[in-house]
């Protein structure tokens, strides 16, 4: 393994060992030394880029987006159409490791221009069933076997 490869995997797992550390933490300094000041949320998000399904029952429409960072309470969304303030959505979020869904609902509570035809927005989960370290953990293994293959 050269150099720069084995540099770029102990990046990634020192991530994924700090994730490991501080996913059972509970308290108001759980990811203190990586958290904005004025970021409020209960719990942390975690950068991680999933191909989504999204399926609004009130327009019978489908669309497609990828996540930017998710959460157990919400998800952000890149998508190439601005959704709506208060559309239900049913989500499918496709693990990039074998293609399993998972599936989830949530609604729209913030949607803002991000780029030319390119959106954001902020997802708040109905319930909170999403399981974010495993969903990242799985994301990141893949990136790895992805990027030694290829070297």
Same mark, same amino acid.
């Given at each position: ?17 700090? /994730? ?29 880029? /999933? ?73 708040? /989960? ?24 290829? /070297?």
């Amino acid at each position: 393994m050269g150099h720069g490869l084995r540099k770029q995997a102990r990046t990634c797992y020192q991530s994924v060992a700090f /994730l490991l550390a501080t996913a059972d933490k509970k308290g108001e300094n759980m990811w203190r030394d990586n958290l904005n000041l004025d970021d409020r949320r209960k719990f942390p998000r975690y950068e991680v880029s /999933l191909f989504s399904r999204n399926f609004d029952a009130n327009l019978q429409r489908e669309s497609e987006a990828h996540t930017k960072d998710i959460s157990a309470q919400g998800i952000g969304l890149f998508t190439i159409r601005q959704l709506p303030v208060g559309t239900s959505l049913d989500i499918c979020l496709y693990m990039p490791d074998n293609d399993e869904q998972i599936h989830t609902r949530g609604i729209v509570i913030w949607s803002s221009l991000a780029g030319p035809a390119k959106f954001r927005a902020g997802i708040r /989960l109905e319930k909170m069933d999403l399981k974010p370290v495993p969903i990242v953990l799985r994301a990141l293994s893949q990136q790895i076997r992805t990027r030694y293959y290829y /070297l």
